[in-house]
């Protein structure tokens, strides 16, 4: 059941079109991810949905509710983390996790909250001693206060370092297992990959490609390569072997170094047919196609966040 539907949305300023009739929509229990490089309207059509920023045109439904129409019963039932979040650096832990309970009618419990997202021992410290994954977490907590339905996390791992980042990935997917729908703003490549069901791919105003990271990654007909070790006792030169195989378009050697190119699923030939003829190698690695290999053939321009 879809809980989230966008359809035509455009947002202008001024003479500028910032969105251009963006639609999509979101099922109940999946991350779905808006992802795309900054600037292309990502944030913009989060705010919209949220009933943060009134749209030009279009319709939104979160929930069944309109979000500028029944903004107020919208807010009791989702739970917003911004891309740009601040908090007073002397406020305490406990002190604004309680202020934001105050909000609705029916919050979740801060102090299990506190425990669930690993910030007990934080409970008397102030925001501006916490570190970043600790503020994350925080702000997690802070957008499942009010008990929500749908959760929308922009940006959240902007700024950490990879441990944390990692960290932050595993409460993410806790949030969804919680039984919360997540819509997930990110200009992550791997994070996305890692996290999401599905995903628009957004470019300059516009969606361009909706669907799971794999099936978007599936439409991409790039080369990629595989490359391998020859052991000592491989008697055989497998470069004849294998550019005959389907997909293969080019294979070189450089000592006992191989290194074969191809498109498609080439790289199951490769294994299989060096498996076959018994040829013994080490160091075998597959350079997979990626999501920022999908959003270059999608958009005919390389992803720069």
Same mark, same amino acid.
Not at 91 to 114: G, H, M, Q, S
Not at 222 to 245: K, N, W, Y
């Given at each position: 059941?879809?809980?989230?539907?966008?359809?035509?949305?455009?947002?202008?300023?001024?003479?500028?079109?910032?969105?251009?009739?963006?639609?999509?929509?979101?099922?109940?229990?999946?991350?779905?991810?808006?992802?795309?490089?900054?600037?292309?309207?990502?944030?913009?059509?989060?705010?919209?949905?949220?009933?943060?920023?009134?749209?030009?045109?279009?319709?939104?439904?979160?929930?069944?509710?309109?979000?500028?129409?029944?903004?107020?019963?919208?807010?009791?039932?989702?739970?917003?983390?911004?891309?740009?979040?601040?908090?007073?650096?002397?406020?305490?832990?406990?002190?604004?996790?309680?202020?934001?309970?105050?909000?609705?009618?029916?919050?979740?419990?801060?102090?299990?909250?506190?425990?669930?997202?690993?910030?007990?021992?934080?409970? #008397?410290?102030?925001?501006?001693?916490?570190?970043?994954?600790?503020?994350?977490?925080?702000?997690?907590?802070?957008?499942?206060?009010?008990?929500?339905?749908?959760?929308?996390?922009?940006?959240?791992? %902007?700024?950490?370092?990879?441990?944390?980042?990692?960290?932050?990935?595993?409460?993410?997917?806790?949030?969804?297992?919680?039984?919360?729908?997540?819509?997930?703003?990110?200009?992550?490549?791997?994070?996305?990959?890692?996290?999401?069901?599905?995903?628009?791919?957004?470019?300059?105003?516009?969606?361009?490609?909706?669907? %799971?990271?794999?099936?978007?990654?599936?439409?991409?007909?790039?080369?990629?390569?595989?490359?391998?070790?020859?052991?000592?006792?491989?008697?055989? #030169?497998?470069?004849?072997?294998?550019?005959?195989?389907?997909?293969?378009?080019?294979?070189?050697?450089?000592?006992?170094?191989?290194?074969?190119?191809?498109?498609?699923?080439?790289?199951?030939?490769?294994?299989?047919?060096?498996?076959?003829?018994?040829?013994?190698?080490?160091?075998?690695?597959?350079?997979?196609?990626?999501?920022?290999?999908?959003?270059?053939?999608?958009?005919?321009? %390389?992803?720069?966040?």
């Amino acid at each position: 059941m879809a809980v989230i539907d966008v359809a035509g949305l455009t947002k202008r300023y001024g003479g500028h079109t910032v969105l251009n009739g963006v639609s999509f929509s979101v099922e109940e229990g999946e991350i779905f991810g808006l992802l795309g490089p900054n600037g292309t309207g990502k944030t913009t059509t989060v705010e919209c949905v949220e009933g943060l920023r009134r749209p030009d045109s279009g319709t939104i439904r979160v929930l069944g509710l309109d979000p500028i129409g029944d903004g107020r019963a919208l807010r009791e039932r989702i739970g917003v983390q911004l891309q740009h979040t601040e908090l007073p650096d002397n406020i305490k832990v406990w002190e604004v996790l309680d202020l934001y309970a105050t909000f609705y009618a029916e919050p979740n419990d801060w102090r299990k909250l506190l425990e669930q997202w690993g910030l007990g021992d934080k409970r #008397d410290a102030r925001f501006g001693k916490l570190s970043g994954g600790q503020k994350q977490r925080l702000f997690i907590a802070l957008a499942l206060v009010g008990n929500p339905k749908v959760a929308f996390l922009d940006e959240l791992t %902007s700024g950490l370092d990879p441990q944390a980042r990692r960290a932050t990935w595993e409460l993410i997917k806790q949030v969804r297992a919680s039984g919360v729908t997540v819509v997930l703003v990110s200009h992550f490549m791997d994070e996305v990959e890692e996290l999401c069901d599905r995903v628009a791919v957004f470019d300059r105003g516009g969606i361009v490609a909706t669907g %799971s990271p794999a099936e978007l990654i599936d439409e991409v007909d790039a080369e990629h390569q595989v490359r391998f070790t020859l052991m000592a006792g491989a008697a055989d #030169d497998p470069v004849a072997l294998l550019s005959g195989l389907p997909g293969v378009s080019g294979v070189t050697r450089d000592g006992d170094r191989v290194s074969v190119t191809g498109r498609g699923d080439f790289a199951t030939a490769v294994t299989s047919a060096l498996a076959r003829n018994l040829i013994p190698v080490a160091n075998l690695r597959i350079d997979k196609r990626t999501l920022d290999d999908a959003f270059t053939t999608l958009t005919g321009r %390389s992803f720069h966040p």
